[in-house]
Each structure stands twice: as C-alpha cells, then as structure tokens.
C-alpha cells in the first residue's frame, strides 16, 4: 500500500466553477483514472495543469462545459490508455489545433479509446488519423467539424471495434476495395459524404454489430443482400430516400436485430401478416407477393418507421413482441383500429398522423410502464379512460373525435411534463394538477366548463398554456410564479377579471411577472373589464397581445411603448375612449394593429417620427369616431405596404402559435387563423373622414385590400390606383365622391 490517491471519480458531481492552477487537485501527483464527466465548469478553458499527471491512464473531462482550445499539455500524458474530451455543442465548444493534435496521435501510444465528439477539429489535416496507435479500440469523432476526405487506412486498424463519424457534414471518403476484413462492431457515420458501397459493406464488415448510416450517400445497389451483416444488432438507415416496399425478408432474417429505423423514407405498401397455415404461428407471410418473408421478430426492443406511405392495418403480431419498447409508426397513411397490446414492456408509442379510427384499445390504458403516448391527428372516438401507468410524462390525443370527462388519473401524473388533448369533444371540468413538472398545456377547442384551478397559474415551469375555445368562467386569478410562461391563450371563454380593482394589477402585473418570457397574451372574447393597466415592464418581449371583444375602457396606456418586440396589437371590439395613439408609430416590428370598433375619435395627427409604422401590413381603425383628412402623411411611409418583399407561404406567428385576426373583407368578416406575412390592408370605415382621397395611396403596390366607405370623403377617385396591381377589394362606398370610376381601375 502506497498511499497515495490513484483514482478519482467526480463524475456528475455537481461541480461548477472554474478549476484554478491552485486547486488541490493538481496535488495529486498519483493519480491514473480522473473522471469530472457530466459537471458545469461554466465554459472556462482546461487546465494546462491536466499535463501534470504522468502516471493518467484514464481521463474524462466530458460534458462538463469546458471550452476553448486543448491544452498543448494534454500530449505528455504518454501512458493515457482512454481520453474523452467529448463537449455539448452549445453554447461554446473547445477546439483542437493541427499541431496539437499531431501531438496526441504520436505521443499517446497506447491509447486504446479516444472520443472527442463535438470538440471543433475543423483545422485538423486528415491524414494524421494516419497515424493513430494500431491499438486503437474506440473512435469517436461526432460532431467535430471534420471536412475532407477521411483516410481509408482507418478501416484496416486491426483492433479498432467502435468507428462514430457522424455529423461531419463535410466529411467524404470511401471503404477500401480491395478484398479485405475489418474487426469493427459499430459503425457510424449518418450525415457524412462518406460513399456507402453497399456490396462492400456487407461483405468486409463481418463483425458489425451497430451500424448507423442515417442520411448516407449509397452508391450502387443497397439493400439488395444480406452479406456478412448476420449479427447486426442496431440498424438506422433512416432518411435515405430509399422508395418501394420494405425488404423485410431482408430484416426478418436477422435474428440478433433489437433496433431497425427506417424513418424518413419513401417505403410503401403494408406489413406481413401471420402465416395461417403456419401450424406455429410464427411465420410472416408477405401477401402482396404472395411468400414468406420470415419469422415474427420476437426480440424486436424498437421499431421506427415513422414519416413514410405505408398503408393497410397495424398488424396485430406488433402487439404481441414480448421485447418491445418503442415502436413509431406515426406520418403514415395506416388504416383501421389500433391494435391490442400485449406486451408489457412498451414505453413510447407513437401513432399520430395516419387514418386510425374506432376507440383507444384498453390495453394501451393499463400499460404500467407506458412514458410517452402520441395519438394525434386520427379520428378516434369514445372516452379516455384511467391510465395506470404513473410515469406517463407525454401525452398528446389532439384533433380526434375523442368525448367525455378528462379522467381523474391524468391530473394525478406526477411527472406529466406535456399534455396535448385540444381539438376534441371532450366536457366537465379540469380539476387540480398534481405535476409541478408540466411544461405545455393544450386543452383548447373542446366543451370544457367550469372554473379554471389555481393549480395552472402554479405551474413554475410551463412554457405554453392554451385553454382557448371552451366554455370556462369564473374570476381569472393569476399566480406569479409563472416566470418560464411564452404563451398564454385563454381566448374564446366567459372569464372575466375587473382590471379597475387591480390598477397596477399585481397578480399578473400586465406582463411584470412574466417580462422576461412571455411573448404572446390572449385574452380575446371574454369579460375582461375596466382599464388596460398601465404597467408593462421594460425588457419585456411580448409579441402579440390580443384583448379583443371584452368590455375595456377609457384609454390605451403609453408604457405600450415598452413593448419593444410587439408585432401584433389587437384591441378591437372594446369601449376604448381615447385619440388616435400616434406614439404606437415608433414600435420597430409593429405589423398588425386593430382598433376597430371601439370610441376612438379626433384627427389623425402628423407623424412624430421620420419612418411611422414601418412594418405595418394591416391597420383597421373601422368603425370609430375619427375625423378630418385621411393621414396622407402616414400613407407616404407605410414601407411595408409599399413594397413588401415578403413572398411565398410564410405566416405569422411562432412556431407554435400562429396569429390569428378577424377582418372585413368584400362585406363579410373573416377570421384568419393564419395570417400570410404579405397580406396587406388598410380599413378606416365607418369613421367621419373628410376630404379627398390622396393619390399617394396608390404608392402601395403591395396593398391587397383598402377600405374607406361610410366617410364623408369628396372629390374623385384617383386614376393612379389603377396601378395598383396587388389590389383585390377596394370599397369606396357610402361617400360624396363625383366622377367616373377610372378606366386603369376598371381594367
């Protein structure tokens, strides 16, 4: 006994921090296995230091948010047998330059594991992996910025048994072709330009038993034959474009294969079914070509199959793989009812995205272990009953036909992190949530009632709330602890909140809570009342704030101005009191703004600013008490209007909300559940202007629709808006003009 400290785990310690050249680490000299994996050292740099410990034979400094570059000390440590630098890609990544890793490759000869996946190696030469010590077991290189043309030599390494390339998307290269046996049992190299000679692979790599090539370039015939690849275990040979019906012959006929994916492609047809006339009723018969195709896959753990065109059933013997964990089959075209399952051990299914009808069979309900359920976008029916898995943390049946209560056992998860049941029928009231973990919540679109639980507006970490478009009341009462919230949707309800007894409204601060995530606010048509408060926070980053169709009053508070990222503003169909809010004009990324029917009156002053509402693509101000000239001034700098160069189909919005408005549009209202981002209009109906209308309106090439009937407007109409080429309604009704309509307008 010597003793001295040979051996030092800290791995996923908690550690954070810096680690000084002082620490007492350093002090010891002994030491040959260091593991400080999964810390938070806050992006500092490696400690040169590290170079110290002559006797290491084993270090491991992963995920551990070090940065910067590797220290040119590392190569002393000539005795290292395993060295793992491996970092996640964000925020800041270390990086390795061609000298120091030269370094490495020569220095550390008995290095039989090297992983350095995602550590920036975008500088290095790849002829040094030339040089790696012939007893090299494992190499792994995702994620390293790697580009050039690997060496072939790598595959000839005599012990090299792990090979992860993947994620150098400017990685290329090609497998030796000369006859030739290679020891590897993973192989991986999804996402490289590395050509993958089909006909090689199966026959050099006798050993493979993990083989990734998902997003490969194939050349020649693949999937043809099975080869050598006898003993694969793990097969991804998802989004490769590969077409026509799944070769399962192919697949079946691997007896050791526990995970095949095969997402993202364009396979077709539908599963073998069981061989009736086998006496075992372990045989899969292929009925479109009328063969066997082989046994059913009892060892199957994971089958992925999703974002393909298969069609048919789900056939029943996937119900009844004892090994089964995960299976994806959703982004199809599979018919008919879901399956029972027999197994016990599943813990991920997905379904959603195909033409599956009839109930939720009562076997996915009484899956004990089930995690994550994905059934949406079908059209299943009946009722949701009690779950009995108390680990479900995903749960998503949206858009469905799907009726009843909400079961009890569902608000009793306690790891419940997303909840996704809107677009359904179902009804009765949402009763307290037991999870704290609850991060998205859908239960929009369906006939729920009743009061909503405090329970929601407790919930810490929830990022999306969405209860819209049913038939809740009662007093809002919001909490303050939801600091993590960026949408709120609580649109198309009875609730009601007097926002006159709360001035500074300290339960929800309009926005003060929330000023640093919340980025869309919905309240529209409900029985909000009394004054907008006037309490927006600077630094806030809401974006769309809709308070449409409630009850509010008297005027618009100008901390609005504080709202730096709001592009939507929508206060239509209010009791608002106030002048035209001119101060809006210098919101930098305002582009919808509403007022429609409510008591605004007055002129439309001058703008202030020297590039007024720059970005606006609609302004609906019918149905007021605005008087005098129409803004010509503000018509000459709506530079959106005047040229959007928005084109194609793009929306407003997020990527999870999308924006939404209702506008007049030829006579009729029309609620836009997305709004294309070239889509302009300008509505002052149903006001008291005055005046001529200014040919400066026909500067707007890009308007699609202008709205200026029920006004007092005199004069003619200008011949220049017939060189308005995007127009598609124009109303002009109920004025005082004179005149013929102009011939450029009729045509």
């Known amino acids: 006994m010597t003793g001295h400290v040979i051996g030092l785990n800290l791995g996923s310690g908690g550690l954070q921090g810096n680690i000084h050249s002082n620490s007492s680490l350093f002090s010891l000299g002994h030491l040959k296995r260091l593991d400080l994996s999964e810390n938070d050292f806050r992006g500092s740099p490696i400690p040169s230091k590290f170079g110290g410990f002559v006797s290491m034979t084993h270090l491991d400094l992963s995920y551990s948010n070090f940065s910067g570059p590797i220290p040119s000390e590392i190569p002393h440590l000539s005795t290292l047998v395993s060295l793992n630098l491996s970092q996640y890609s964000f925020p800041v990544v270390p990086h390795v330059d061609t000298l120091t890793f030269n370094r490495i490759v020569q220095n550390l000869t008995n290095l039989?594991?090297?992983?350095?996946?995602?550590?920036?190696?975008?500088?290095?030469?790849?002829?040094?992996?030339?040089?790696?010590?012939?007893?090299?077991?494992?190499?792994?290189?995702?994620?390293?910025?790697?580009?050039?043309?690997?060496?072939?030599?790598?595959?000839?390494?005599?012990?090299?048994?792990?090979?992860?390339?993947?994620?150098?998307?400017?990685?290329?290269?090609?497998?030796?072709?000369?006859?030739?046996?290679?020891?590897?049992?993973?192989?991986?190299?999804?996402?490289?330009?590395?050509?993958?000679?089909?006909?090689?692979?199966?026959?050099?790599?006798?050993?493979?038993?993990?083989?990734?090539?998902?997003?490969?370039?194939?050349?020649g015939s693949y999937l043809a034959f099975l080869g050598n690849l006898t003993q694969i275990m793990r097969l991804d040979l998802s989004s490769n474009n590969f077409g026509g019906q799944i070769p399962w012959s192919f697949f079946l006929n691997l007896e050791s294969l526990v995970y095949l994916n095969l997402a993202?492609?364009?396979?077709?047809?539908?599963?073998?079914?069981?061989?009736?006339?086998?006496?075992?009723?372990?045989?899969?018969?292929?009925?479109?070509?009328?063969?066997?195709?082989?046994?059913i896959p009892r060892h199957l753990t994971v089958l992925i199959l999703y974002e393909n065109q298969l069609n048919g059933i789900i056939p029943s013997w996937l119900g009844s793989l004892p090994s089964l964990e995960y299976l994806d089959l959703r982004s199809n075209q599979l018919s008919g009812n879901i399956i029972e399952f027999q197994t016990r051990s599943l813990l991920w299914l997905y379904l959603n995205d195909n033409k599956l009808d009839g109930l939720i069979p009562r076997s996915i309900f009484e899956l004990e272990k089930l995690q994550s359920l994905v059934l949406s976008s079908n059209q299943l029916s009946g009722?949701?009953?009690?779950?009995?898995?108390?680990?479900?943390?995903?749960?998503?049946?949206?858009?469905?036909?799907?009726?009843?209560?909400?079961?009890?056992?569902?608000?009793e998860l306690e790891n419940l992190d997303y909840l996704d049941l809107s677009s359904n029928q179902l009804s009765g009231n949402i009763i307290e949530f037991q999870s704290r973990s609850l991060s998205f919540l859908y239960l929009n679109d369906n006939k729920l009632d009743g009061l909503i639980p405090r329970s929601i507006f407790e919930l810490e970490k929830?990022?999306?709330?969405?209860?819209?478009?049913?038939?809740?009341?009662?007093?809002?009462?919001?909490?303050?602890?939801?600091?993590?919230?960026?949408?709120?949707?609580?649109?198309?309800?009875?609730?009601?909140?007097?926002?006159?007894?709360?001035?500074?409204?300290?339960?929800?601060?309009?926005?003060?809570?929330?000023?640093?995530?919340?980025?869309?606010?919905?309240?529209?048509?409900?029985?909000?009342?009394?004054?907008?408060?006037g309490t927006f926070s600077e630094g806030n980053v809401l974006r769309n704030l809709d308070l449409n169709e409630n009850q509010l009053e008297e005027s618009l508070p100008q901390s609005l101005l504080r709202c730096r990222e709001l592009e939507v503003l929508d206060l239509g169909n209010n009791k608002i009191q106030d002048t035209f809010p001119n101060w809006l004009e210098s919101l930098p990324k305002l582009q919808v703004l509403i007022l429609r029917s409510n008591k605004f009156s007055g002129e439309i002053c001058f703008p202030k600013t020297k590039f007024p509402f720059q970005k606006m693509h609609i302004i609906d101000l019918s149905n007021n008490r605005f008087s005098g000239l129409l803004p010509t001034k503000y018509f000459e700098n709506l530079t959106a209007m005047i040229n959007s160069q928005e084109h194609g189909l793009k929306y407003m919005g997020g990527l999870y909300y999308q924006d939404t408005v209702v506008l007049t549009i030829k006579g009729f209202e029309i609620e836009m559940k997305k709004i294309l981002t070239y889509f302009t209009i300008i509505d002052f109906s149903n006001n008291t202007f005055r005046g001529e209308i200014s040919s400066v309106i026909s500067k707007l090439k890009s308007l699609k629709g202008l709205n200026f009937s029920h006004n007092e407007l005199t004069g003619t109409i200008p011949p220049s808006f017939g060189e308005m080429s995007n127009l598609e309604w124009l109303d002009l009704s109920s004025n005082k003009l004179v005149g013929d309509i102009p011939e450029q307008l009729a045509n």
């Open 264 to 295: 993202y492609n364009n396979f077709v047809g539908q599963f073998p079914e069981v061989d009736s006339n086998s006496t075992s009723n372990s045989s899969l018969y292929d009925f479109s070509k009328q063969q066997l195709v082989g046994p």
């Open 112 to 219: 039989r594991e090297l992983v350095l996946n995602e550590v920036d190696m975008s500088s290095i030469v790849l002829d040094s992996f030339k040089n790696l010590s012939s007893s090299l077991k494992t190499l792994e290189l995702s994620d390293c910025h790697l580009q050039g043309k690997f060496p072939e030599s790598i595959f000839h390494r005599p012990n090299l048994r792990l090979l992860d390339l993947r994620y150098n998307y400017n990685l290329t290269g090609y497998f030796p072709e000369s006859n030739w046996s290679s020891p590897l049992e993973a192989l991986r190299l999804s996402s490289t330009r590395i050509s993958v000679d089909w006909h090689h692979l199966t026959r050099n790599f006798k050993s493979l038993r993990d083989l990734s090539l998902r997003n490969c370039s194939f050349v």
């Open 383 to 411: 009722n949701i009953i009690e779950f009995q898995s108390r680990s479900l943390s995903m749960l998503y049946l949206r858009n469905n036909k799907l009726d009843g209560q909400i079961p009890r056992s569902i608000f």
């Open 462 to 533: 929830a990022t999306e709330l969405d209860l819209s478009s049913n038939n809740l009341s009662g007093t809002v009462e919001f909490g303050s602890k939801l600091q993590s919230l960026r949408e709120l949707n609580l649109s198309f309800n009875h609730l009601s909140l007097s926002f006159n007894h709360l001035r500074t409204w300290p339960q929800l601060d309009l926005l003060g809570n929330f000023s640093q995530s919340l980025s869309v606010l919905n309240l529209r048509n409900n029985k909000f009342h009394g004054v907008i408060p």
